[in-house]
C-alpha cells in the first residue's frame, strides 16, 4: 500500500530527512514513531502530496505522489496533527464541504456524513460551529473529514490529543475496527496507544529510519537479552555501583518503584541469564540491605524507543 524509497527532504540546507525508506503492506496498522522534529510530519505530508520531496519518491496503491498527486489523494484520509478547520461553519456544513471536495457522489454523500458523524460521536454537535467546540471535539471533526471519502488508506498525526481518557479509548477502538478493512499509518508520542492497536512500528529518529518490526519483535529484542527488575531498601549510588560491578550485567538504570515506602528504589538492568540476576539478590543480601523485589521484566515499546533515541543522541555528540 506504501512504499517509500529513500525519501529526502531539505529545508534550505537542513536535512530534515535522510533517504528515508520503509514499507507498509494493505490491511496493516503501523505506527510512525519518533522523537520531536525526527522527520515524522515531513514524511507524512510528502507522502500525502503536501509537501515535495527533495529526493526520493514513494507510491501510495501503485500511484507516484510526483507523477500522480490527484490519484494518491483519492486513496488516502489525511488527519494532520493541527486540523486545519473553518471555525464559522457548523459541522454538517463542513463535512457537507469535504465531501464534494472529495468527490463524493451526491446520491451517498448524506449517507456518508450521517456514518462518519455517527463513527466520531459527533451526533450531539452536528449542528454547532466548529468554532465553539473543544479541542476535543475539533479533533473528531477532523477524523470525520478523513474519514468522509472511505479512503483504502488512513494518516493519522496525533489523533488523539486533546481527548479525555474515555475518549482515547473511543478512538483506540475505532483506529483497531478501521484496521479490519483498510490500511492505517499512525503517528503518536502515547507509545501503549501503539502497543494496543499497531501490527508493526517503524522508528524514525534524526531523519532516518531507526529500526521497524512487529511490536512484539520489538519487545522481545534479542534472545539473548533479558531484562530484570530489582526492588531494594539500599542506597540509590551504592545499589547502582554494586549492580554495575557484576559480571553479566548490562544497561543499568533507575526505574519508578512499585511501593511507597522510604528509602526504598528500584533499577532495571539487563543480562545473559539467571545466574547474574542471583548475584545481585545475594549482594543487596550480603550487604545488609532490604530486597523487595526481583523479577524478569518484559520490555515495553518505550524501553525500546528510550534505548534507540538515546543510542543515536550519544553517537551524536
Not at 38 to 52: E, N, R, V, Y
Not at 123 to 149: E, F, M, N, P, W
Not at 166 to 188: K, N
Not at 261 to 271: D, I, L, N, P
Amino acid at each position: 500500500m506504501i512504499s517509500v524509497s529513500k525519501l529526502t527532504k531539505y529545508y534550505a540546507d537542513n536535512l530534515a530527512l535522510d533517504e528515508v525508506s520503509f514499507e507498509v503492506e494493505a490491511g496493516e496498522i503501523v505506527g510512525f514513531l519518533g522523537p520531536n522534529g525526527a522527520g515524522k510530519s515531513t514524511t507524512m505530508k510528502i507522502i500525502t502530496c503536501f509537501l515535495p520531496p527533495s529526493g526520493g519518491t514513494a507510491t501510495i496503491a501503485g500511484h507516484d505522489i510526483i507523477d500522480e498527486p490527484l490519484a494518491v489523494r483519492r486513496r488516502i484520509g489525511y488527519m494532520p496533527e493541527n486540523v486545519p478547520l473553518y471555525k464559522e461553519m457548523r459541522v454538517n456544513e463542513y463535512l457537507h464541504l469535504r465531501g464534494k471536495l472529495k468527490d463524493v457522489p451526491r446520491s451517498e454523500r448524506r449517507t456518508r456524513i450521517d456514518e462518519v458523524i455517527d463513527r466520531c460521536w459527533l451526533k450531539d454537535v452536528a449542528r454547532q460551529t466548529v468554532g465553539t467546540l473543544s479541542k476535543g471535539y475539533r479533533q473528531r471533526v477532523g477524523l470525520a473529514d478523513a474519514l468522509i471519502g472511505d479512503p483504502e488508506l488512513l494518516i493519522l498525526d496525533e489523533p488523539t490529543i486533546g481527548l479525555d481518557p474515555s475518549q482515547v479509548r473511543q478512538v483506540r477502538s475505532l483506529i483497531h475496527d478501521l484496521g479490519s478493512d483498510r490500511t492505517v499509518l499512525l503517528s503518536t508520542h502515547i507509545l501503549g496507544e501503539v502497543e494496543m492497536v499497531c501490527d508493526r512500528v517503524v522508528i524514525i529518529n534524526n531523519g532516518r529510519i531507526a529500526v521497524q518490526g512487529s511490536v512484539d519483535g520489538l519487545r522481545a529484542g534479542a534472545a539473548e537479552r533479558v531484562e530484570y527488575y530489582i526492588e531494594a531498601k539500599a542506597p540509590a549510588n551504592d545499589l547502582e555501583k554494586v549492580l554495575g560491578s557484576i559480571e553479566g550485567i548490562e544497561n543499568v538504570r533507575s526505574h519508578a518503584t512499585h511501593r511507597q515506602e522510604a528509602g526504598v528504589v528500584a533499577f532495571v538492568f539487563t543480562t545473559g541469564g539467571s545466574a547474574a540476576a542471583e548475584a545481585a539478590a545475594s549482594h543487596v543480601v550480603q550487604s545488609g540491605w532490604g530486597l523487595r523485589e526481583l523479577r524478569r521484566r518484559q520490555r515495553t515499546l518505550e524501553d525500546v524507543f528510550v534505548e534507540i533515541v538515546g543510542r543515536d543522541y550519544e553517537a551524536a555528540v
